[in-house]
């Protein structure tokens, strides 16, 4: 059973920062990439993130480019995403992705 465990939001201010995890279960994490979308209240799922299965390449929305920042760890099955200036337009769950599969995911609230 595939199983993605989301971790690590909050509440934050604006300008701040926070670590998101995604521990990952019931597949081989090591061969696949990993995405990270977010859903704020109101609106449609949205694409954040992206990782290779190597840890080698990734890409990013334009809405986060150069504040977010995603990683593995293939031994922990782990991929992390870290935010950086937050901003107010931030706040949403989180969810990591593999193919049509995602977690429970994990609220950021971005406020001053």
């Known amino acids: 059973e595939v199983q993605l465990v989301e971790s690590g939001g909050g509440l934050v201010q604006p300008g701040g920062s926070l670590t998101l995890s995604c521990a990952a279960s019931?597949?081989?994490?090591?061969?696949?990439?990993m995405s990270w979308v977010r859903q704020a209240p109101g609106k449609e799922l949205e694409w954040v993130s992206y990782?290779?299965?190597?840890?080698?390449?990734?890409h990013y929305a334009d809405s986060v480019k150069g504040r977010f920042t995603v990683s593995r760890d293939n031994a922990k099955n782990t991929v992390y995403l870290q935010l950086n200036s937050l901003k107010t337009e931030d706040t949403a769950k989180y969810y990591c992705?593999?193919?049509?599969?995602r977690g429970q995911g994990t609220q950021v609230t971005v406020s001053s």
């Open positions: 990782i290779n299965s190597e840890g080698s390449v990734t």
């Open positions: 992705r593999w193919g049509n599969n």
């Open positions: 019931g597949f081989t994490f090591s061969h696949y990439a």
